[in-house]
């Protein structure tokens, strides 16, 4: 397994704000993920970060909205971009281990006013 | 379009009884399923997979079978115990150079002592 580890936990923002959540990572990982997952809703993909590439958005997703960093092997941010209410859910880092195997950090609570 | 489908948002079950959470797919293209366990402000926790060559694995007390023909799994928890209470989420990918999870919405499972 890895340790992952995300800030903030959580955050109450007004809308209009941009919000950057960071995702640290205990080992070198080729591939991270971003999902989000809104309320009574199952988590969704929203993208899929390798180090020292663009990042790779699923239908729905653009990079204005949620753009991606990826600066090393071990760290990746997601910004979400002039927040809505409909933002608010809660947003995950994921990292690709064996056999198809993601694992996951703990997850931020976004709420937006 | 939900290509994973969790029919059953909750289930109740007595300690020491048999839980079977139910998880159905569209894709005939999915070749690997998991079951990831999340409590409540936690991430996602992997719990067990299955290759789609396979139709039973085994690990401890959680068991998950695949019946490819009718696009259905399960995953069997045998002795429940209360430590288990949490929503269980169903996820499947297409293998390869493929890693995105599609999930479905999850159930809630309750293990009354």
């Known amino acids: 397994s890895a340790v992952i580890s995300q800030k903030p936990s959580r955050d109450i923002c007004q809308r209009g704000t941009s919000l950057t959540i960071q995702c640290q990572v205990d080992?070198?990982?080729?591939?991270m993920f971003w999902y989000r997952q809104q309320p009574g809703q199952s988590l969704t993909l929203i993208a899929t970060?390798?180090?020292?590439?663009?990042?790779?958005?699923e239908s729905g997703f653009v990079i204005d909205k949620f753009p991606i960093s990826r600066p090393n092997l071990t760290f990746s941010t997601l910004t979400v971009s002039n927040m809505s209410p409909e933002d608010s859910s809660i947003y995950l880092c994921?990292?690709?281990?064996?056999?198809?195997?993601?694992?996951f950090g703990p997850g931020t609570r976004l709420t937006v006013l | 379009d939900q290509q994973v489908k969790q029919n059953s948002p909750s289930l109740s079950v007595q300690e020491g009884r048999i839980s079977i959470l139910n998880c159905d797919y569209t894709?005939?293209?999915?070749?690997?399923f998991l079951w990831y366990k999340k409590y409540p402000a936690e991430g996602p926790t992997f719990l067990i997979s299955?290759?789609?060559?396979?139709d039973k694995n085994e690990d401890g007390r959680f068991t998950v079978f695949l019946n490819k023909s009718a696009k259905h799994l399960s995953l069997h928890i045998v002795p429940s115990q209360p430590g288990d209470s949490a929503v269980y989420f169903c996820?499947?990918?297409?293998?390869?150079?493929?890693?995105?999870?599609?999930f479905g919405k999850g159930t809630l499972l309750t293990v009354n002592p």
């Open positions: 970060a390798n180090q020292g590439s663009e990042a790779t958005y």
């Open positions: 894709n005939s293209m999915f070749d690997y």
């Open positions: 996820a499947a990918s297409r293998g390869g150079s493929n890693y995105k999870l599609t």
């Open positions: 299955i290759s789609s060559i396979k």
């Open positions: 994921s990292v690709q281990r064996t056999n198809n195997e993601q694992f």
């Open positions: 080992s070198q990982v080729t591939m």
